[in-house]
């Protein structure tokens, strides 16, 4: 396996370049919560960033890395979510064409708020091949750039900021909880917490049904999903190369969580810290509730990962 090289630098170097590009996002807390799992739990907010997730980091730190030859041609990306949003958003500030490639079953709310952003949206049928030639078609057109939602090293570097910001607005955290689906988040955080608070424990959070980080950790190579079944749409996706390098040389754990107990956590987020947020973001929460004791009397941070979402769904989906 190949070693990570991403450097302490490299991490600041992105915080810096993105300090006024993306919002520096609240951190909330709940005594109610905290007397229920009995711990000091603190929640930061990236449902509050631009486009709605922590995504808009990553991307907005990929396209500043661009060449000018690069930035001439655009970029582009295939993505159903908060990728194609945040890549649309951060190529409008950056003054570049963005080719989005969404599936024909899209939710039209997200195909909207790409256009919204100024992308050209190219739809495509809803199966991954379709969406990776589509791609590959326009890049061979256009000479955009493809630019990955979570297996890229800018990608990562950029979402390490989150964390970063994190641990200044935060005191000796003992444990650092993230999402993990195509793995940018965590190991963004691990890379964080390794150069900036190197006592915190960083531990993933996945769905007993979408469990690839777990039997690829435990089994020592990269497994990919088999038939995920979750509310939490956003972790259905399988780790990436680059993110299960990080992750493995650095990570103390991955915790699962039953969807009774995910429905629990996104309903405690919604009733006590008075935010929306997404299926995904209740991860770390349900993970502690089904792990109390290994958490009690600790401080942990949680990073809620987005508040994209589609109402109408959600609320069928929680009956």
Do not use: W
Request: aromatic residues 6%; neutral net charge.
């Amino acid at each position: 396996m190949m070693n990570s090289n991403i450097t302490q630098e490299q991490l600041l170097q992105a915080k810096e370049t993105l300090t006024n590009l993306v919002h520096k996002t609240p951190v909330l807390s709940s005594e109610v919560i905290d007397k229920k799992v009995g711990a000091d739990l603190y929640f930061k907010c990236e449902n509050f960033q631009k486009t709605g997730s922590f995504k808009f980091r990553g991307a907005s730190y990929a396209v500043s890395r661009l060449g000018s030859d690069q930035k001439k041609n655009g970029v582009t990306t295939h993505s159903s979510g908060n990728h194609g949003q945040a890549l649309a958003k951060a190529a409008q500030l950056a003054g570049i064409r963005a080719y989005i490639v969404m599936p024909e079953n899209a939710p039209t709310v997200k195909k909207q708020a790409v256009k919204g952003y100024g992308a050209e949206v190219i739809i495509c049928e809803s199966t991954q091949a379709a969406r990776e030639k589509t791609c590959r078609d326009i890049q061979e057109k256009t000479g955009a750039t493809f630019t990955p939602p979570y297996d890229h090293e800018n990608i990562v570097i950029g979402q390490s900021t989150a964390s970063q910001e994190l641990f200044e607005q935060t005191d000796n955290l003992d444990y650092l909880l993230a999402p993990v689906g195509g793995g940018g988040l965590l190991s963004g955080a691990l890379l964080a917490a390794k150069f900036f608070s190197p006592t915190t424990k960083v531990i993933g959070s996945e769905p007993l049904g979408a469990d690839d980080a777990y039997r690829s950790i435990k089994a020592g190579k990269r497994l990919p999903q088999e038939n995920p079944q979750t509310i939490a749409d956003g972790l259905r996706t399988s780790l990436g190369e680059i993110n299960f390098e990080i992750i493995s040389e650095n990570i103390d754990q991955i915790l699962t969580a039953k969807e009774d107990t995910i429905i629990e956590a996104l309903k405690m987020m919604h009733h006590h810290l008075k935010i929306m947020a997404e299926p995904s973001c209740a991860l770390p929460l349900a993970t502690i509730l089904e792990n109390k004791s290994m958490f009690e009397g600790k401080k942990v941070g949680i990073i809620i990962s987005g508040g994209n979402v589609d109402l109408d769904v959600y609320y069928e989906s929680l009956k």
